[in-house]
């Protein structure tokens, strides 16, 4: 390597060094400098107390939450998907949450996506650069033929990751509408989004261990976004999981048990109407309640766009 590419990338490191020194979530906290010479149970109790700090700072973002939930719900309602694109631990999490959406709400395959730089490998192990590079995240997006109907959350800890950055700033270029979820303040990520989320939570137990706080406090906003979004969908029945998908047995009992819950009926009734609408609880719910068969319940739901309260209220009054 050249004299000249040494200094650049000296010179680069050295810039990257004194940009991280300025963010919150990697501050030293010299008041646990010893934190390995106390007990285990002197560490958990430090551990928990920090931990129980992250939900108020969630609770002040909650506008900024809720508004974007709004838009993701509303585009999703007219056939757009949501794609969350993060590296290493954010990048993780956004493939959690979009792999629990399908067994929860019966997501079609591709509604809701997990991308994470590096690719599937990248949730075992780190891919080096992968992180580093927006373009990855606009090949990415590229390749899912991303839409003005989609929404695409970017997810970074220090709201500086390129690949995060890069995924806001080429699904804005499209249409699509656009969040960026970090743990610090006045971030880049925030700035390219549409919807800025700031979860600020503090320096971590661990310095720059944002898996820890910040790692919590993203998890506690994707569940919120994932969960809020399709209960706005009619994905839910008052706090029932209604488009649970049954794929073993203990989802199969979960599923009487849902419908039972729903409508008081009797163990023979519920399994009768599970029977003739091939195991939906959304259209067995109202089989029962409304007293339909099963295509007529299915042909409601259609009508209602999967809304169980409106396509009751439908049958109801027909």
Do not use: W
């Amino acid at each position: 390597m050249s004299s000249t590419a040494d200094h650049t990338n000296l010179r680069a490191e050295t810039n990257l060094r004194a940009e991280l020194e300025h963010l919150t979530t990697e501050a030293f906290r010299p008041e646990l400098a010893e934190i390995d010479r106390r007990s285990t149970l002197e560490i958990a109790r430090i551990m928990n107390g920090e931990d129980a700090t992250v939900p108020a700072a969630v609770a002040a973002q909650l506008p900024r939450i809720a508004a974007a939930i709004d838009g993701t719900a509303e585009r999703m309602a007219r056939g757009g998907r949501l794609i969350y694109a993060g590296a290493g631990t954010a990048g993780r999490l956004g493939v959690l949450d979009a792999s629990e959406c399908p067994p929860t709400f019966n997501t079609g395959p591709g509604e809701v996506v997990g991308l994470i730089a590096g690719g599937p490998s990248a949730m075992v192990t780190a891919v080096e650069g992968a992180e580093d590079s927006a373009e990855l995240a606009a090949e990415d997006l590229g390749a899912l033929g991303l839409t003005a109907q989609d929404t695409v959350v970017g997810i970074s800890a220090s709201g500086r990751t390129p690949y995060a950055v890069g995924a806001v700033r080429h699904a804005r270029e499209l249409g699509a509408l656009t969040v960026g979820l970090s743990c610090n303040a006045g971030s880049a990520l925030a700035a390219a989004a549409e919807h800025g989320i700031e979860v600020v939570v503090g320096p971590e137990l661990l310095t720059g261990s944002t898996r820890l706080k910040a790692g919590t406090a993203q998890k506690l906003v994707l569940n919120m976004i994932s969960t809020i979004t399709m209960i706005r969908l009619g994905k839910t029945y008052g706090n029932l999981m209604v488009d649970v998908r049954a794929s073993n047995e203990k989802l199969h009992a979960r599923s009487r048990r849902i419908v039972s819950l729903a409508t008081g009926a009797a163990d023979d009734r519920i399994e009768a109407a599970l029977a003739a609408t091939g195991g939906e609880v959304k259209n067995a719910i109202l089989c029962v309640l409304a007293d339909v068969d099963g295509p007529t319940a299915a042909r409601l739901l259609a009508a209602s766009e999967g809304h169980l309260r409106a396509a009751l209220l439908a049958a109801t009054t027909s």
